[in-house]
């Protein structure tokens, strides 16, 4: 069984670019959770997709945006990069909606 | 919006030693959920309850669900080297009002041998 993979595993961009962070949910999990992790803070929740469809969403711009594949895999896409949107970007998969229990190794953003 | 207070921020023990930290909220949670993150890594999920009053132990480990809904605890024994690391709690808020998850701001634990 494999967990969920996350990719890149860092990132350097120029503010106002665009990026896309791709994530593999873990094998038999249909939903995915993507949060943002500042240094020094706690994850904070940006979106889920569940079936392919948005299923909940943080205080987060709409310039943060995403999909969900058949396969389960996602995207999360952030348009007009601020230095700001600098930080750790999480991926989490589970079954059904349940707890996000099982957590990507995120992908590290720098915005400059 | 909905906030996880989570205390101590940081923490220096003697190897051997017991450590507690807890979490308290505002707002009510169907779940709590607590955390490891080591540098460089996603959190690993520790001990998860489902019910109010409920307290699990995995290992060294125990952790409750406050009677309130409103709180939590993670004790662990004996502490070791590897315990070093930064511990989140989390709650799940009822789907009701979106089922998303609530991450605490972290303690971070160092153990000296």
């Known amino acids: 069984e494999t967990g969920v993979t996350q990719s890149p595993t860092h990132l350097i961009k120029t503010r106002g670019q665009q990026v896309t962070l791709r994530c593999s949910s873990q094998?038999?999990?249909?939903?995915v959770s993507w949060y943002q992790q500042a240094l020094g803070q706690g994850p904070q929740f940006i979106f889920q997709?569940?079936?392919?469809?948005?299923?909940g969403r943080g205080n987060f711009p709409p310039r943060f945006s995403g999909l969900q594949f058949p396969n389960y895999s996602s995207e999360l896409n952030v348009n007009a990069l601020e230095l700001d949107d600098s930080a750790l970007y999480l991926c989490?998969?589970?079954?059904?909606?349940?707890?996000?229990?099982?957590f990507g190794s995120g992908t590290r953003l720098t915005v400059v | 919006g909905q906030q996880l207070n989570q205390s101590p921020q940081s923490m220096f023990i003697q190897e051997g030693e017991d450590v507690s930290m807890n979490c308290t909220s505002s707002?009510?949670?169907?779940?709590w959920l607590w955390y490891k993150q080591d540098p460089g890594e996603g959190p690993v999920l520790l001990i998860a309850?489902?019910?109010?009053?409920e307290l699990t132990s995995n290992g060294r480990l125990t952790a409750q669900f406050g009677i309130t809904r409103k709180d939590s605890f993670l004790n662990i024994s004996a502490s070791i080297p590897s315990d070093v690391g930064i511990y989140f709690c989390?709650?799940?808020?009822?789907?009701?009002?979106?089922?998303?998850?609530?991450f605490g701001q972290g303690t971070e634990l160092s153990v000296k041998p």
């Open positions: 989490a998969s589970s079954q059904d909606r349940t707890d996000g229990t099982t």
């Open positions: 094998s038999g999990h249909n939903t």
């Open positions: 997709y569940y079936r392919e469809e948005e299923n």
């Open positions: 707002s009510i949670f169907n779940t």
């Open positions: 309850l489902y019910k109010a009053g």
């Open positions: 989390a709650g799940r808020l009822p789907y009701n009002q979106g089922g998303k998850l609530i």
